[in-house]
C-alpha cells in the first residue's frame, strides 16, 4: 500500500553538501573529484594534503551532515502535517555521491523529495551545481519514474538561522575582555567565487550582504565589515574584498580584535578549521591582532528548525502553483 493510500504522504529530504577526505590517503582521489579530473600539482596536492593533517587528518563534514539531517528530520516530523518525512544525505565530491544515494531515495518510495543544499545563500556555480548533480542522477537511474522534486535555492533569512547565528555572535564576542568587547570588529565571511558570476546576475553577493545585515541587525554591535575568504588558486578574479586584504587594512587602522563569524558556512569543515583558525589566526597574530571564531553551527536545533521550515515553505508553495 502507497503511503498516499494510507493517508501520509512520504516525502523525502536530500540534504547535500560539499564532502570531503575520511582520511589523508583519500585526498588525491578527492582533490581531482574537486577538480574535474584536470591535472593538479604535486604542490597542490601537498598542500592540500598538508592542510588535512593539521584538523585532523580528515574531513568532519559528512558525519556532522548526517546529525545536521537526524535534526531536520525530527523537526519535520514533529508537527501534525499529514506527512512522513525521511532524510537522506549525498556529498557533492566525496562518499556517499549524490549519485549513490538516489537508489536509497527511489528505494525508499517517496512520492516527493525536496533538496536542500547546506548552504543559505544561492549561487548557479554552487548550489545550482548540487540540483543538477541530482537531476542528472535521477535522469540516469529512474528515466521512467515521475519523482517530482523540490529545490530549497536559499534558506538565508529564515529566522531561526538569523537567531542561531546571532547567539553565536554574542557567545563569540565574549572571547574578548569586557572593556575590550565594544571595538572588537566582527568580520562576516562566505565563500568566494569567480566574478564571472556576476555576468550571470548571480544573487549571491546580494544574498550574503542581506544577511550579514540582518545578523549585524539582530546583533547589536555596530563594529562589522564583511569579506571573502577561501577563493581558489586560479589566475581569474575572484569576488571580494578578500579577508587577507581586509586584516590588514584593520591592523593598519589600529583595530586590535576580530571576530570572525562564517556566515557562508553551516559546519566544521576545512575552509574554516583550517583557513579561519589556523591561516587568518597566524595573519592576525602577525599584525598584532586577535582573531576568534564564532563556533560553527554544526547541528545545532536551530539550525535544522531553519532548514525544516524552509522545506514545509517550499512543499506549501508547491501546493499553491
Not at 544515494?101 to 525508499?108: E, Y
Not at 576545512?270 to 592576525?284: C, K, M, N, P, S
Not at 586577535?290 to 560553527?296: D, G, I, N, P, V
Request: glycine letters at 8%; hydrophobic letters at 40%.
Amino acid at each position: 500500500m502507497s503511503s498516499r493510500a494510507s493517508g501520509a504522504e512520504k516525502v523525502g529530504v536530500l540534504l547535500m553538501a560539499y564532502g570531503g577526505p575520511d582520511s589523508l590517503e583519500d585526498v588525491p582521489a578527492y582533490l581531482n573529484d574537486v577538480r574535474g579530473g584536470r591535472p593538479y600539482s604535486d604542490e597542490l596536492l601537498a598542500e592540500l594534503t598538508e592542510r588535512y593533517r593539521a584538523i585532523g587528518g580528515r574531513s568532519p563534514i559528512l558525519g556532522i551532515t548526517q546529525a545536521q539531517a537526524k535534526g531536520v528530520a525530527r523537526a519535520l516530523n514533529s508537527g501534525n502535517t499529514g506527512q512522513q518525512f525521511q532524510a537522506f544525505v549525498g556529498m557533492r565530491h566525496w562518499h556517499p555521491y549524490i549519485r549513490e544515494v538516489v537508489p536509497d531515495i527511489l528505494a525508499g518510495g517517496v512520492d516527493r523529495l525536496v533538496a536542500v543544499v547546506m548552504a543559505p545563500h544561492y549561487s548557479r556555480m554552487s548550489v545550482g551545481a548540487y540540483l543538477q548533480r541530482l537531476d542528472e542522477a535521477l535522469n540516469e537511474q529512474a528515466p521512467r519514474r515521475e519523482l517530482p522534486v523540490l529545490a530549497v535555492e536559499s534558506w538565508k533569512d529564515q529566522p531561526a538561522f538569523i537567531e542561531a547565528v546571532k547567539r553565536r555572535v554574542i557567545a563569540g564576542l565574549e572571547q574578548f575582555p569586557e572593556a575590550e568587547r565594544d571595538a572588537v570588529m566582527i568580520l562576516y565571511t562566505a565563500h568566494s567565487l569567480p566574478q564571472r558570476i556576476l555576468e550571470w546576475g548571480d544573487r549571491y553577493p546580494e544574498e550574503l550582504r542581506e544577511s550579514a545585515e540582518s545578523i549585524a541587525a539582530a546583533v547589536g554591535h555596530p563594529r562589522w565589515q564583511f569579506a571573502f575568504q577561501s577563493a581558489g588558486a586560479t589566475s581569474e578574479p575572484w569576488l571580494g574584498p578578500p579577508i587577507e586584504n581586509v586584516l590588514e587594512d584593520l591592523a593598519s587602522e589600529g583595530v586590535k580584535n576580530v571576530l570572525v563569524c562564517p556566515i557562508g558556512f553551516v559546519c566544521d569543515h576545512v575552509e574554516v578549521l583550517y583557513d579561519v583558525d589556523i591561516e587568518h589566526r597566524g595573519q592576525a597574530e602577525a599584525l598584532g591582532m586577535r582573531l576568534e571564531r564564532t563556533a560553527s553551527l554544526n547541528d545545532d536545533p536551530l539550525l535544522c528548525q531553519a532548514v525544516a521550515t524552509a522545506v514545509r515553505e517550499r512543499l506549501t508553495q508547491s501546493q499553491l502553483v
